[in-house]
């Protein structure tokens, strides 16, 4: 019991100061997608602010920026939570494997991590949760509602279809029983696919004053009327995808072969997959192994589409770390890494604590490297404890202390 005490408060440990590194409030580009509704018509990333109209409106008032800012903070609070409670699931899963431990401390160090604290507004913390709950409910067998829910995390923001769906599908596949029919299983993943086909068709016949009427209205309130030209919310909320698409490609190459993302990327990538694939059910080179591989790495299509490249290169470490739960959930009794996997992971925790993700704004992380450096030094004593742990039962010597 100590020896889980002590690896839970790490984990908590670890989201706080690496949230502490860039969490603000949000920016005036999330705080005008809360406002964004249906009252114009179906637009994409209208379903949270339809929702908060709702409320406001059976409270008779209009949202300020402060309530914003209060549901804000709330979102990613429980989003926080969340990855908490995912890395707890994976610890009880798998019988509290130090490798998954030192998965987990990577993964909440990571520069993912470090930009949700950043992002804190948008709706990607949202869409993170939901997929969770998706997962949850097709380790459950409830693929119709996981299906109901991504319909729904689509309508919150697009960029579900190459975040969290893949994994859900994904999931669906590999819990499906041999005798099962899998066709059957995977039919209610049309749902989401659907809600994104009719975003498609939607965006392709959007009236040309939809732009004017979302900006008229947004106007009407004081907190974002001052930056509404410069951040021009309604234009990207409503620009077409084929137009996205010319306005971005050109860029694709060098976004997508950044080397200082790539730098600051890999190591937690590297890390997570290789717990992944000591896995009984991977082997060196496969096809199963080439579908992971290109999960990861299918956000990095929205380069395509976005100009964020910092933000939608730390979407692969989310992708490693839910197929990594979907792993430890369907195969719990894993293979312990190889030393040199917890090396990887070991290098990957200092490098999150060293490296500096590139944040938007202008704005910078807010502790200098040496501060980071004592900061996590509990989290890095945590570490060695569980390497050593692990390489000491891998060879058949007594556990010993988890410090020790």
Same mark, same amino acid.
């Given at each position: 019991?100590?020896r889980?005490?002590?690896?839970v408060?790490?984990?908590?440990?670890?989201?706080?100061?690496?949230?502490?590194?860039?969490?603000?409030?949000?920016?005036?580009?999330?705080?005008?997608?809360?406002?964004?509704?249906?009252?114009?018509?179906?637009?994409? #990333?209208?379903? %949270?602010?339809?929702? =908060?109209?709702? &409320?406001?409106? +059976? !409270?008779?008032?209009?949202?300020?920026?402060? @309530?914003?800012q209060?549901?804000?903070?709330?979102?990613?609070?429980?989003f926080?939570?969340?990855?908490?409670?995912?890395?707890?699931?994976?610890?009880?899963?798998?019988?509290?494997?130090?490798?998954?431990?030192?998965?987990?401390?990577v993964?909440?160090?990571?520069?993912?991590?470090?930009?949700?604290?950043?992002?804190?507004?948008?709706?990607d913390?949202?869409?993170?949760?939901?997929?969770?709950?998706?997962?949850?409910?097709?380790?459950?067998?409830?693929?119709?509602?996981?299906a109901?829910?991504?319909?729904?995390?689509?309508?919150?923001?697009?960029?579900?279809?190459?975040?969290?769906?893949?994994?859900?599908?994904?999931?669906?596949?590999?819990t499906?029983?041999?005798?099962?029919?899998?066709? #059957?299983?995977? %039919?209610?993943?049309? =749902?989401?696919? &659907?809600?994104? +086909? !009719?975003?498609?068709?939607?965006?392709?016949? @959007?009236?040309?004053?939809?732009?004017?009427?979302?900006?008229?209205y947004?106007?009407?309130?004081?907190?974002?009327?001052?930056?509404?030209?410069?951040?021009?919310?309604?234009?990207?909320?409503?620009?077409?995808?084929?137009?996205?698409?010319?306005?971005?490609?050109?860029?694709?190459?060098?976004?997508?072969?950044?080397?200082?993302?790539?730098a600051?990327?890999?190591?937690?990538?590297?890390?997570?997959?290789?717990?992944?694939?000591?896995?009984d059910?991977?082997?060196?080179v496969?096809?199963?192994?080439?579908?992971v591989?290109?999960?990861?790495?299918?956000?990095?299509?929205m380069?395509?589409?976005?100009?964020?490249?910092?933000?939608?290169?730390?979407?692969?470490?989310?992708?490693?770390?839910?197929?990594?739960?979907?792993?430890?959930?369907?195969?719990?009794?894993?293979?312990r890494?190889?030393?040199?996997?917890?090396?990887?992971?070991?290098?990957?925790?200092?490098?999150?604590?060293?490296?500096?993700?590139?944040?938007?704004?202008?704005?910078?992380?807010?502790?200098?490297?040496?501060?980071?450096?004592?900061?996590?030094?509990?989290?890095?004593?945590?570490?060695?404890?569980?390497?050593?742990?692990?390489?000491?039962?891998?060879?058949?010597?007594?556990?010993?202390?988890?410090?020790?």
């Open positions: 019991m100590i889980k005490g002590a690896i408060a790490t984990l908590v440990t670890t989201t706080v100061v690496t949230c502490l590194r860039a969490a603000r409030l949000p920016n005036s580009f999330a705080t005008e997608h809360w406002l964004i509704d249906y009252r114009f018509g179906f637009v994409k #990333r209208g379903l %949270v602010g339809s929702i =908060v109209a709702v &409320v406001a409106a +059976a !409270l008779r008032t209009r949202p300020s920026e402060a @309530a914003i209060a549901l804000a903070v709330a979102a990613f609070v429980t926080c939570t969340a990855m908490v409670w995912v890395c707890i699931r994976m610890l009880t899963d798998s019988r509290w494997s130090s490798d998954v431990a030192l998965a987990a401390l993964f909440l160090s990571s520069p993912f991590m470090v930009m949700s604290a950043h992002l804190v507004g948008y709706y913390n949202i869409v993170v949760m939901l997929g969770i709950v998706s997962l949850a409910l097709v380790f459950a067998g409830r693929i119709g509602s996981a109901i829910v991504q319909a729904l995390s689509l309508l919150v923001h697009e960029n579900t279809l190459l975040l969290t769906l893949p994994a859900v599908a994904w999931a669906t596949y590999v499906t029983p041999p005798s099962a029919a899998l066709r #059957r299983r995977m %039919v209610p993943l049309l =749902v989401p696919i &659907v809600s994104f +086909a !009719l975003l498609l068709l939607r965006q392709g016949t @959007a009236p040309h004053h939809l732009e004017r009427s979302l900006t008229h947004l106007s009407s309130y004081p907190f974002v009327a001052v930056t509404l030209p410069d951040v021009r919310v309604p234009h990207w909320i409503t620009i077409g995808f084929y137009d996205s698409y010319m306005l971005h490609h050109g860029h694709f190459q060098e976004r997508v072969l950044s080397q200082a993302m790539i600051l990327v890999f190591p937690s990538l590297l890390g997570l997959l290789g717990v992944l694939f000591a896995g059910t991977f082997v060196a496969s096809p199963r192994t080439a579908v591989l290109a999960m990861c790495l299918l956000p990095q299509a380069h395509l589409l976005v100009w964020d490249t910092a933000r939608t290169w730390t979407y692969s470490i989310l992708c490693a770390f839910l197929l990594l739960w979907i792993d430890v959930e369907t195969t719990p009794a894993r293979v890494s190889s030393q040199f996997v917890r090396f990887v992971l070991l290098a990957a925790l200092l490098v999150n604590a060293i490296a500096v993700t590139p944040l938007m704004d202008g704005l910078r992380e807010r502790f200098e490297v040496t501060t980071r450096l004592l900061m996590y030094a509990p989290v890095f004593l945590i570490g060695l404890g569980l390497a050593r742990q692990s390489r000491r039962r891998a060879s058949g010597e007594p556990g010993g202390s988890i410090v020790t």
